[in-house]
């Protein structure tokens, strides 16, 4: 299936999206949707035939623990009021701790790199079959920007997503503003990622905007995309046509007109590049309304289709997938239920669950991490933490005012998230009146009832308070 040329629907540009010329599709974050209450610029784009793709964030498929049944629920609930072709994801843990390790659940808030071994792999395999199974449509799964990296990985990214491919008959979506910024924080060239991922799996094609400071790309989404990443978009069109390539932009919005040039720009980028003529590989096969298992795996990744840029497959190729179980470290692809699948997650969980918390509680690194790297991912983490706090919660930053965002980094330092940005507002503003704080009566009486309108009818009595700082300070130690 051809997507064309789309944008990311955010609400703050919905009226924009809905203007803008020869738009083929939108893709919309799935969690900020309810599924029986659709925005109606979103209805609208519907109505008139647009396409929409909901992209989740949470499921974490490159966690320890098996996809919550829940979640995949409701992002294929999504799928479905949206008549959605597809639904994608990332190639990320978002969340670690909890019962593989008996310790206490934290939230990233953010995708985090997997490790790149066949163990990691086998565990990804298994997680994307269960979303596979459970979804009604096509799943395709993103690489991201990362600031750090594991030791002793096992295998570069474009062996890691064809190995991915080749066990799962996944689709891909490719970000190349994502291979631009691992070539500048990873030393990762975006050429030989391309040549040894499998590119006639993929779905379609991420590009976005960013910003380098002192010599560390960040990833931003709020700035012009720049011209190494539309180098790299004509490196993956001289491999292959994808059906379809995304602009993405969440934040620091532009006028309609500069969204409008830039999808320009990529739409000429594409005309302008080159594709290298070869001999297609065996098509993809569709499988009955995308099921998985439906129909046949898709072309080999290994040898000529995947360094040659194949022919691309259509985006409803099959999700299911055989796969073999050579050397991929105890988790079979038969679903790793035995001891040696638990195993292997459970000393993912381990590693997973160390990293974390050294990026948002303070422990110590974990061995064979670039500590600098991981205060610089660290400070991120927070800043970002601080600034999605703030659009969630818009009345803190109010209330606060130019006290809030030193305020709310003070506080991350030793509490990390544990349940989702909503909740994280809720702790911040309780643990500021457990403290009496804000110090000035007015802003105080409004944080109070700001408090109480969502959560209780009065703030925790002095036992509660007693018990909660207690508990905070055993988590600490």
């Known amino acids: 299936m051809e997507l064309g040329i789309g944008i990311g629907w955010r609400p703050e540009i919905a009226d924009a999206v809905e203007g803008l010329p020869n738009v083929d599709w939108v893709e919309v974050v799935a969690e900020n949707l309810c599924h029986d209450h659709l925005p109606d610029s979103l209805i609208r784009l519907r109505a008139r035939g647009t396409r929409i793709v909901p992209h989740g964030v949470s499921l974490g498929l490159g966690g320890a623990d098996r996809p919550s049944e829940r979640k995949l629920k409701d992002l294929a609930e999504r799928a479905a009021v949206l008549g959605a072709p597809l639904v994608t994801e990332h190639i990320a843990?978002?969340?670690?701790?909890?019962?593989?390790?008996?310790?206490?659940?934290?939230?990233?808030?953010?995708?985090?790199?997997?490790?790149?071994?066949?163990?990691?792999?086998?565990?990804?395999?298994?997680?994307?079959?269960?979303?596979?199974?459970?979804?009604?449509?096509?799943?395709?799964?993103?690489?991201?920007?990362?600031?750090?990296?594991?030791p002793g990985e096992e295998l570069t990214e474009g062996q890691f997503l064809a190995e991915l491919v080749e066990r799962t008959g996944v689709?891909?979506?490719?970000?190349?503003?994502?291979?631009?910024?691992n070539r500048v924080n990873r030393g990762e060239d975006p050429a030989t990622a391309l040549d040894e991922l499998p590119v006639e799996a993929i779905?379609?094609?991420?590009?976005?905007?960013?910003?380098?400071?002192?010599?560390?790309?960040?990833?931003?989404?709020?700035?012009?995309?720049?011209?190494?990443?539309?180098?790299?978009?004509?490196?993956?069109r001289s491999r292959v046509s994808p059906?379809?390539?995304?602009?993405?932009?969440?934040d620091n919005f532009p006028a309609p007109a500069e969204l409008a040039a830039e999808l320009e720009t990529i739409r000429r980028t594409l005309r302008e590049s080159v594709r290298v003529t070869v001999p297609a590989s065996e098509p993809v096969r569709v499988g009955a309304a995308g099921s998985p298992g439906a129909a046949g795996r898709p072309p080999s990744t290994t040898g000529a289709a995947r360094t040659t840029g194949a022919s691309t497959g259509p985006v409803g190729a099959p999700t299911g997938g055989t796969g073999d179980t050579r050397d991929i470290g105890g988790v079979g692809d038969g679903g790793g239920t035995g001891d040696g699948g638990d195993a292997a997650r459970e000393r993912l969980a381990i590693a997973q669950t160390a990293l974390l918390s050294a990026l948002v509680a303070g422990t110590p690194a974990p061995e064979g991490f670039d500590s600098r790297r991981l205060r610089v991912?660290?400070?991120?983490?927070?800043?970002?933490?601080?600034?999605?706090?703030?659009?969630?919660a818009p009345e803190l930053p109010e209330i606060l005012g130019d006290r809030y965002r030193a305020t709310f980094l003070a506080y991350s330092r030793t509490r990390p998230m544990r349940s989702g940005y909503r909740r994280d507002a809720l702790d911040f503003a309780e643990h500021l009146l457990i403290a009496g704080r804000p110090a000035d009566d007015r802003a105080r009486r409004l944080l109070t009832r700001w408090w109480e309108e969502r959560v209780a009818p009065r703030p925790p009595r002095r036992a509660i308070r007693i018990a909660r700082a207690a508990r905070a300070a055993l988590t600490r130690r």
Do not use: M
Request: hydrophobic letters at 50%.
């Open 93 to 150: 843990f978002v969340r670690a701790g909890g019962e593989l390790t008996a310790s206490p659940r934290l939230e990233a808030g953010h995708l985090l790199p997997v490790p790149r071994t066949r163990e990691a792999l086998a565990v990804l395999c298994e997680n994307v079959r269960i979303a596979q199974d459970l979804l009604p449509v096509p799943l395709a799964l993103e690489n991201i920007a990362a600031l750090i990296s594991w």
């Open 171 to 181: 689709r891909l979506l490719i970000d190349v503003a994502n291979l631009h910024t």
């Open 203 to 236: 779905a379609y094609v991420h590009v976005a905007g960013g910003i380098e400071r002192d010599g560390v790309w960040h990833d931003t989404h709020a700035h012009p995309v720049t011209e190494p990443v539309l180098e790299i978009l004509r490196e993956l």
């Open 243 to 250: 059906p379809g390539v995304l602009l993405e932009r969440d």
């Open 377 to 392: 991912q660290s400070r991120a983490l927070a800043a970002k933490r601080a600034d999605v706090v703030a659009k969630v």
